[in-house]
């Protein structure tokens, strides 16, 4: 029960699949209180499953791209845990389906990515504004996902991999904006894991036995994996960590060609 008494917002959860339901599964597991957030009415019937599964205080509705949303999110957050919250996970991502098949160059509109960067980055901040008070309390911190898409080139995940990029840099931002209040501000890189977000990336099944070839574990990564790595981030355990992105990926960003994919690929000898 190393989480005991302590209190925390999770965001995300879409489908039994989700890594937000991984991490409210651990952080419920070692005895933390949770809030969980859903968007819209189409996804609260979801969130409201893990709600019982978690026995969570509460299910409060959360529209990331209205601020008044998340004003009044967090209205009923304090009006519920008042002295203050001990964490946010934000494992919330989105680009439009046009935005994520093809050419970069050629998919990437200005509406998308606007979208993909109001939801997938800005909103983390969002958050942060809106919770700083609260975190502030009880020395909390926060949390949020991203992918290996933010520092390399990865087929077809296009804008999503600038929106990461900006995600990764607000963590480094909030981090030094709120670390003299004791919050601290981390993220983690998980590797491809099938979930509802990753089917609307083009070819994801093909990147997931191409991630698994390439690991030095040569595997991926599951949902729970990533859940107890936010676990520890979350925890005291994790006190002097802030401003980091930790790789939950079975050690794929340390590779570029690994000897499996090389044997695969093996040239042919022309004939004499």
Known sequence: ????????????????????????????REGASLILTYPNEKIKKRVDMAAEQFEADMVIECDVASDDSIAACFEQVAGHWGDGIDGVVHAIGFA???QLDGDFT???????SQIA?????????????????????RNG????LTYEGSISVLPNYNVMGMAKASLEASVRYLAASMGGEGIRVNAISAGPIRTLAASGIKSFRKMLDISEKIAPLQRNVSQMEVGNAALFLLSPWASGITGEILFVDAGFNTV????????MEEPQQDAE
């Open 117 to 137: 960067h109001d939801i997938s980055s800005y909103s983390f901040v969002a958050l942060a504004k809106a919770g700083r008070e609260l975190l502030a309390k």
């Open 96 to 98: 439009p389906m046009d």
């Open 256 to 263: 570029a060609i690994s000897e499996q994919l090389m044997m």
């Open 106 to 112: 050629n998919a990437t509109t200005r509406e998308g």
């Open 141 to 144: 911190s926060m949390l949020t």
């Open 1 to 28: 029960m190393l989480l005991q008494g302590q209190r925390f917002v999770v965001t995300g959860i879409a489908s039994k699949l989700s890594i937000a339901w991984a991490i409210a599964e651990a952080l419920h």
